[in-house]
């Protein structure tokens, strides 16, 4: 039997969410070791399944693209990120306990693009790479494991040839901040199709993506597999996925922003319509 199903960008990421918090390599590092989610809109819902309650989601990022421009959250205003140690939550920066870390321990990290040969990529406005400075390298000289919760909303054509360009030294004009991105081709990728495979048993295609009135960066699902899993799965998103609301909007003031930007410096009164 197939069945199929459109998920809103709010909605595909309750659905990582939820998927994510359930693997039970994650469930272990949570409550025997060290489960460390850097911010960002998507592993903020992450956060919120395994605490079993509500964080303030539109104020867990860094970087974001808000308004129609790529933005920086400023440090005052960014929720702390969740760092679990043995099923406790750690009042702590997760690279403080970089040093901490042994076997079965995990980073999610969230994701700016995705393709179809499993390269995610990651925008970094921070000229030190920012959490991918601070973790990738020092997750990979451990051999440990980086989830990247990155919904099909973002699938590009190829990462790696988008890498090829950018950087903040490099660009001339932007509309918006200044970025570099990173090219990671040995990550663990968690799309919908991921998530519908671990919690259901199904095989999902992205069959379609896009939409108005609401539904903009949609993508539509087909799931395949016994009719008892399709209904399964169909009834799990009827129930607990769709109505998702959209993540409310924050943006900083350009005037103190001390990220590169072409709005970087600017009064309220100043910005172009769509950014006041």
């Known amino acids: 039997m197939q069945g199929l199903f459109t998920l809103t960008p709010a909605e595909s990421k309750r659905l990582l969410g939820k998927a994510l918090a359930a693997l039970p390599e994650v469930q272990n590092a949570k409550m025997k070791g060290y489960l460390l989610i850097s911010r960002g809109s998507t592993t903020a819902y992450v956060a919120e399944e ?45 690279g403080t306990v970089l040093d901490k870390l042994s076997r079965g321990d995990i980073v999610i990290k969230g994701g700016n693009a995705v393709d179809a040969f499993g390269n995610v990529g990651v925008l970094m406005a921070n000229p030190a790479g920012g959490t991918m ?41 932007t509309i918006g901040a200044r970025v570099g991105l990173a090219c990671v081709a040995d990550g663990r990728v968690f799309t919908e199709i991921e998530a519908i495979e671990s919690l259901f048993g199904l095989d999902a295609v992205c069959y379609a993506a896009g939409g108005w009135g609401g539904a903009e960066g949609s993508v539509t699902l087909i799931v395949e597999g016994p009719d008892e899993d399709v209904n399964r799965c169909l009834d799990f998103i009827e129930q607990k996925i769709k109505g998702e609301p959209p993540l409310p909007g924050v943006k900083g003031p350009c005037k103190t922003c001390p990220i590169p930007c072409s709005f970087q410096g600017k009064d309220t009164k100043d910005l172009p319509d769509f950014l006041k």
């Open 133 to 173: 400075g601070q973790f990738y390298m020092a997750m990979k000289a451990r051999g440990l494991e980086i989830i990247y919760p990155v919904g099909l909303e973002k699938l590009i054509p190829s990462v790696e040839e988008a890498a090829r360009y950018g950087g903040t030294l490099t660009l001339g004009r």
């Open 50 to 94: 395994l605490l079993g309650e509500k964080v303030a989601k539109e104020r867990a990022m860094a970087g974001q693209v808000i308004r129609g421009v790529l933005c920086v959250l400023s440090a005052e205003e960014r929720a702390k990120p969740v760092t679990f140690h043995k099923g406790q939550v750690l009042p702590v920066e997760p």
